[in-house]
T-cell receptor, first 115, second 110 residues
Framework: GAVVSQHPSWVICKSGTSVKIECRSL??????MFWYRQFPKQSLMLMAT?????????EQGVEKDKFLINHASLTLSTLTVTSAHPEDSSFYIC???????????FGQGTRLTVV | GQQLNQSPQSMFIQEGEDVSMNCTSS?????WLWYKQDPGEGPVLLIA?????ELTSNGRLTAQFGITRKDSFLNISASIPSDVGIYFC??????????FGAGTRLFVKA
């Protein structure tokens, strides 16, 4: 399956600052990547679909100006949490699917703590 | 929108026992997936199912894609302590979106 790498694994930032999280597909060119958020003891919630070379598609209730997604190449998507607040503290995970109706492979996740 | 109902929420079992968990949905899915997540890590794919009625095994794990395409189950036989973790079912409809169930927390007592 696809190998997906996320960076950083964890980050602590001050309230009001912005944080960028990278998701790389190491062995597969991904036209589509996905960003999820997971709060403690909860399931993964899809935030947005990242499309290479075009705008991301955001799920209902996710602020696109708050969570900026850039998918500039077939192997890299970035999620920037702008003006972070403590309530943005969460586990952010990206995934890659090699085709429609196939399995998705996940990065190791990024633990964001906003203080 | 599409939702998955996963049960049970948690299970406390003795080492050696078999485990069964399932997911149901009001929507049809083209692919059913089962993942395991350890604390602080991303989900790891256990089994992928692509056809209605398909029964697939991966070691001590067995999963089936329901004939109606609206449900799936995962069985773990002869559980061991390292089976501890959170198990998620996930469904994919048309396109790339993957929807997750709420998860089943498995606790195994040695």
């Amino acid at each position: 399956g696809a190998v997906v790498s996320q960076h950083p694994s964890w980050v602590i930032c001050k309230s009001g600052t912005s944080v960028k999280i990278e998701c790389r597909s190491l062995d597969f060119q991904a036209t589509t990547m996905f960003w999820y958020r997971q709060f403690p003891k909860q399931s993964l919630m899809l935030m947005a679909t990242s499309n290479e070379g075009s705008k991301a598609t955001y799920e209902q209730g996710v602020e696109k100006d708050k969570f900026l997604i850039n998918h500039a190449s077939l192997t890299l998507s970035t999620l920037t949490v702008t003006s972070a607040h403590p309530e943005d503290s969460s586990f952010y995970i990206c995934s890659v699917a090699q085709g429609r109706d196939t399995e998705a492979f996940f990065g190791q996740g990024t633990r964001l703590t906003v203080v | 929108g599409q939702q998955l109902n996963q049960s049970p929420q948690s299970m406390f079992i003795q080492e050696g026992e078999d485990v069964s968990m399932n997911c149901t949905s009001s929507s049809i899915f083209n692919t059913w997936l089962w993942y395991k997540q350890d604390p602080g890590e991303g989900p790891v794919l256990l089994i992928a199912l692509y056809k209605a009625g398909e029964l697939t095994s991966n070691g001590r794990l067995t999963a089936q894609f329901g004939i109606t395409r609206k449900d799936s189950f995962l069985n773990i036989s002869a559980s061991i302590p390292s089976d501890v973790g959170i198990y998620f079912c996930a469904g994919r409809g048309r396109g790339f979106k993957t929807i997750f169930g709420a998860g089943t927390r498995l606790f195994v007592k040695a």
